[in-house]
């Protein structure tokens, strides 16, 4: 027992030690494509995966307004006067109390009221006289005015005109500053729509947990973007060039938080004001310090269809996307990038990171990259399909179908499709395999009865690499056509179906079979009684039974007398 124990252990140290120098190999070169013959399995390499393990938070306060109240929760609505949000008390016990206190008050109210009058009435008597005072006045200054010369008089006149003028211009320049404090009113009423329709969009997406910066004005949103990327000191690879900063910087956001500060009653100068609304951001941004320790290389896996004796078969249980850190040897799976907030087609980058793994002989994926014996992998059934092609890079095509088909490989300014006939005769044919990687050069086309390829000049400084695993080694392939049938039909002893997909169909197969009814024999009966003695035979039953039933209420009635 004790050489059994320490010959497993060896193994257990030993095969960690052999995956590390083989995926050395496989992963020295970022930027390559992964095919795996035996099972038809694809790594494209997506991007460079960082985790995000640094948090940087920020807060934006909107005032509010009254006009804002329908923002708050109810419990909050209630404490605040001014929104007008109101709950029905019963308070029966004190209504007589409140009644005499009203009218108490009353009373008092109306002996307030007479004492006033007379204050009036002498503020009147004191007015009047002051006006017959003013009124000789006036007198005295129109006897005064007769006087007056009568060029003095003309002057007057023509001040007279001009005032009138004046007056005539000062109705249009009143409507003037009318319609100018309209339209202030108008766009800051405008510009509240717009600031309240945003942020009630933006807060609603926000509740459905799709965290957004919507609610941000353009000048307050590229403060925001800055300020992320100066206390992250973050810095952008290649990959992220044609994706705007915004986009980037949204994509980094884990969680958002909206709460609500109302306004102390002792320090609110300003009533229409209630409160302020604050969103507060959570970004996760990766470490920037030791990146080759904490960076992954991302791949998309690809499973392709293939047919093999009149049924379509392909890989199963395999992760959409799949990271390997080369310097530490784990790895990352995401089998629904969704759920951890992730779009690693357009960003590596994720709300969440999966946890982390290592390469194990347990899993297919692991018997795949370590080369061993395909125990642990399944196929599924699939429906068939006339073709299957798909591209995987940009001048790399996957290709499916039920038999080999004959094509031909033409340059790109010979290709005209009124001419199919002479362009099939005096070209080079190729055939492809029922399931192939056929490589397009730039410049030419390749020609196929159902679909044409074409080859398109590299876009792209650093062209991804191919490298093929096939038995057990490593091989990098620069040929337009990579036989990969030929591969996955040389060993087939691992071509088994999870069982609960054999035992789905064979229900299927055994409920669309028809139901064959067995056939009955009749055997007619011993006595053939006719109809009108069964009828017979029961009326002479029902009346004994309501004989006997007389009979017995008769004598329990005799008793009781």
């Avoid at 990327?229 to 915004?246: D, K, R």
């Avoid at 970004?283 to 998309?300: D, G, I, M, R």
């Avoid at 087609?345 to 990171?353: A, G, N, S």
């Avoid at 196929?448 to 096939?470: D, E, H, M, Q, Y």
Wanted: aromatic fraction near 10%; proline fraction near 6%; hydrophobic fraction near 40%.
């Amino acid at each position: 027992m004790q050489f059994r124990f320490i010959l497993i252990q060896s193994l257990l140290i030993v095969f960690p030690v052999g995956l590390l120098s083989f995926s050395n190999v496989i992963w020295s070169s970022k930027n390559s494509t992964i095919v795996h013959l035996e099972t038809g399995l694809f790594l494209n390499y997506v991007g460079l995966y960082k985790p995000s393990d640094t948090i940087i938070h920020n807060s934006v306060i909107f005032p509010m307004g009254t006009e804002t109240c329908y923002f708050l929760p109810l419990e909050a609505a209630v404490k605040i006067p001014s929104c007008n949000v109101t709950q029905r008390i019963n308070k029966r016990a004190i209504l007589g109390v409140i009644a005499l206190g009203v009218g108490i008050i009353n009373l008092g109210i109306n002996t307030m009221n007479s004492i006033q009058i007379d204050n009036l009435h002498k503020q009147v008597d004191i007015i009047e006289k002051t006006l017959s005072k003013f009124d000789k006045a006036m007198h005295i200054h129109e006897a005064k005015l007769v006087n007056i010369h009568m060029n003095q008089i003309k002057f007057v006149e023509q001040l007279q005109v001009t005032q009138q003028a004046i007056n005539s211009l000062l109705p249009i320049l009143d409507s003037h500053a009318q319609l100018f404090n309209k339209l202030k009113t108008d766009i800051v009423q405008l510009h509240n729509h717009f600031q309240r329709s945003f942020l009630a969009l933006s807060i609603n997406q926000i509740f459905h947990n799709q965290f957004n910066l919507n609610f941000l004005f353009p000048h307050d949103l590229q403060k925001l973007v800055y300020n992320i990327i100066e206390q992250g000191n973050l810095t952008f690879s290649n990959q992220y060039a044609s994706i705007p900063l915004v986009e980037i910087i949204t994509k980094l956001l884990i969680h958002q938080q909206v709460n609500f500060i109302p306004n102390s009653q002792k320090n609110n100068m300003n009533f229409k004001e209630i409160g302020h609304l604050v969103i507060t951001n959570y970004f996760a941004v990766p470490q920037q310090q030791q990146q080759q320790q904490t960076s992954f290389y991302v791949y998309k896996l690809l499973t392709v269809p293939f047919s093999h004796h009149n049924q379509s078969f392909q890989l199963s249980d395999m992760p959409q996307y799949w990271a390997i850190n080369p310097v530490t040897g784990t790895t990352l799976e995401w089998y629904q990038p969704e759920e951890y907030g992730c779009n690693l087609q357009l960003m590596t980058t994720c709300r969440d990171t999966p946890p982390l793994r290592t390469i194990t002989q347990d899993t297919c994926l692991g018997q795949i990259l370590n080369q061993l014996p395909l125990t642990n992998c399944h196929m599924k059934s699939t429906s068939p399909m006339p073709f299957f092609l798909q591209q995987f890079t940009q001048n790399v095509w996957i290709i499916s179908t039920p038999r080999p088909i004959h094509c031909v490989k033409i340059p790109k300014t010979e290709y005209h499709p009124i001419h199919m006939q002479h362009i099939w005769t005096n070209n080079e044919p190729i055939i492809i395999p029922p399931v192939a990687l056929v490589n397009v050069t730039p410049g030419y086309t390749i020609v196929c009865p159902r679909f044409t390829l074409v080859g398109r000049p590299n876009t792209t400084k650093n062209s991804s690499s191919l490298t093929i695993l096939s038995n057990h080694k490593l091989v990098s392939s620069s040929t337009t056509v990579v036989d990969i049938y030929q591969h996955l039909t040389e060993n087939t002893t691992w071509f088994k179906t999870n069982w609960s997909e054999t035992s789905i169909e064979t229900l299927l197969n055994h409920i669309h079979q028809p139901t064959t009814m067995p056939t009955l024999e009749t055997y007619a009966p011993i006595h053939n009684w006719s109809s009108i003695r069964i009828v017979l035979i029961g009326l002479i039953t029902t009346l004994f039974i309501i004989i006997l039933n007389y009979y017995f209420f008769k004598q329990h009635y005799q008793r009781k007398k």
